[in-house]
T-cell receptor, first 114, second 114 residues
Framework: EAAVTQSPRSKVAVTGGKVTLSCHQT?????MYWYRQDTGHGLRLIHY???????EKGDIPDGYKASRPSQENFSLILELASLSQTAVYFC?????????????FGEGSKLTVL | GQQVKQSSPSLTVQEGGISILNCDYE??????FAWYKKYPDNSPTLLIS?????DKREDGRLTVFLNKSGKHFSLHITASQPEDTAVYLC?????????????FGEGTKLTVSS
């Protein structure tokens, strides 16, 4: 069974603060993704990575950084959290080939910025 | 603009009926199409997917129809059951300029009433 775990599962942050969301996968997958879910927008791609030490911008990268220090770990960093970044964030992984492979999602991280 | 769009935010079907979920896309380069299912407070999971070289794929009660000329694909669920109640996310993907991404629609909340 594919396993993608996220931490924290829930976080309350203050505006202007730094937030780091972490993701760990044990699938031995090359591709990892960060999506955010908002009502009425479905899942929107923030950043993704297909190899360690390299990240790519998704469709809505502004205000976010990503880090892929190893194949297993992929972090999403909000240097200056804003109210508009309140959302549920999903990490996912897939085998080489990226978009044609099944995405295995983590449980989600609910971020509330006050 | 929204590259992948689900125009119906919600759908209610009687138990035993056929649920038809629709998805429209804009990008001619998309060659992979998928449907994911998401229960509340859970992560999305892949239901069924097709490549652009086929017009139809069946898997049990699920059938995906792909209309490339109309840039439209749909998911049909026959003999709908209460446990089919969930949010259904369509997704389409392409490898564009070396960037492989899967783009999701906004989701359709399906309710199967008994």
């Amino acid at each position: 069974e594919a396993a993608v775990t996220q931490s924290p599962r829930s976080k309350v942050a203050v505006t202007g603060g730094k937030v780091t969301l972490s993701c760990h996968q044990t699938n031995n997958h090359d591709y990892m993704y960060w999506y955010r879910q908002d009502t009425g927008h479905g899942l929107r791609l923030i950043h993704y990575s297909y190899v360690a030490d390299s990240t790519e911008k998704g469709d809505i990268p502004d205000g976010y950084k990503a880090s892929r220090p190893s194949q297993e770990n992929f972090s999403l960093i909000l240097e200056l959290a804003s109210l508009s970044q309140t959302a549920v964030y999903f990490c996912a992984s897939s085998e080489a080939g990226g978009y044609t492979g099944q995405l295995y999602f983590g449980e989600g991280s609910k971020l509330t910025v006050l | 603009g929204q590259q992948v769009k689900q125009s119906s935010p919600s759908l209610t079907v009687q138990e035993g009926g056929i649920s038809i979920l629709n998805c429209d896309y804009e990008n001619d380069m998309f060659d992979y199409f998928a449907w994911y299912k998401k229960y509340p407070d859970n992560s999305p999971t892949l239901l069924i997917s097709v490549r652009s070289n086929v017009d139809k794929r069946e898997d049990g009660r699920l059938t995906v129809f792909l209309n490339k000329s109309g840039k439209h694909f749909s998911l049909h669920i026959t003999a709908s059951q209460p446990e089919d109640t969930a949010v259904y996310l369509c997704a389409a993907g392409a490898n564009q300029g070396g960037s492989a991404k899967l783009i999701f629609g906004e989701g359709t909340k399906l309710t199967v009433s008994s």
